[in-house]
Antibody, heavy 122, light 108 residues
Framework: QVTLEESGPALVKPTQTLTLTCTFS??????????LSWVRQPPGKALEWIAR???????FYSTSLKTRLTISKDSSRNQVVLTMTNMDPVDTATYYC??????????????WGKGTTVTVSS | DIQLTQSPSLLSASVGDRVTITCRAS??????LAWYQQKPGKAPELLIY???TLHSGVPSRFSGSRSGTEFTLTISSLQPEDFATYYC??????????FGQGTKVDIK
């Protein structure tokens, strides 16, 4: 059974750095073709894809956020860490991690964590 | 970045209705498009990938199609558990990827 769970602070202050951890089980990020994405959703708004890390350590970021994001993995611990610097109230959102598969040249986010809600406020 | 425009933003329908949601890409993305369903307070769930391939366990009343840069999600006979918000996502090549703005399906 594949599961993912996000963890991190529920409240951060403006200008602080946010660190989120995705802990997963049931698959390995060492498997060729396996990837993991982060997606966020501000309250009442649409989903926004923000970052992805691949089995071979390739990394990809949202165009609008790339200067503030860093994604990394610890495959031995089955964890992916996302850091976002210089947090602002507009970054208030639920942050999801999702397994991202590559199958016959198609990519898709097939299993999601429940999400973790982050509020940015002083 | 590739933009996705979903329509309508809100759709009111009754149980048993045939429902169609459209997602238009700002440039060609071949068939690299997925559809997700999200219920309030829950994480999104994958319905369809590769524009028309039903994800495992998804009821057959859901279907997807493509015509050029226009993609369609159809629910053939709306069930009570289908009232939710639906998002399309383009996964064309390397990221960045994008989602549509969502279509909320509510009870008429």
């Amino acid at each position: 059974q594949v599961t993912l769970e996000e963890s991190g602070p529920a409240l951060v202050k403006p200008t602080q750095t946010l660190t989120l951890t995705c802990t997963f089980s049931g698959f390995s990020l060492n498997t060729p073709g396996m990837r993991l994405s982060w997606v966020r959703q501000p309250p009442g708004k649409a989903l926004e894809w923000i970052a992805r890390i691949d089995w071979d350590d390739d990394k990809f970021y949202s165009t609008s956020l790339k200067t503030r994001l860093t994604i990394s993995k610890d495959s031995s611990r089955n964890q992916v860490v996302l850091t976002m610097t210089n947090m602002d109230p507009v970054d208030t959102a639920t942050y999801y991690c999702a397994r991202t598969r590559l199958e016959d040249y198609q990519q898709f986010l097939d299993v999601w964590g429940k999400g973790t809600t982050v509020t940015v406020s002083s | 970045d590739i933009q996705l425009t979903q329509s309508p933003s809100l759709l009111s329908a009754s149980v048993g209705d045939r429902v169609t949601i459209t997602c238009r890409a700002s440039q060609g993305i071949s068939n690299y498009l997925a559809w997700y369903q999200q219920k309030p307070g829950k994480a999104p769930e994958l319905l369809i990938y590769a524009a028309s391939t039903l994800h495992s366990g998804v009821p057959s009343r859901f279907s997807g199609s493509r015509s050029g840069t226009e993609f369609t999600l159809t629910i053939s006979s709306l069930q009570p558990e289908d009232f939710a918000t639906y998002y399309c996502q383009q996964l064309n090549g390397y990221p960045p990827w994008t989602f549509g703005q969502g279509t909320k399906v509510d009870i008429k």
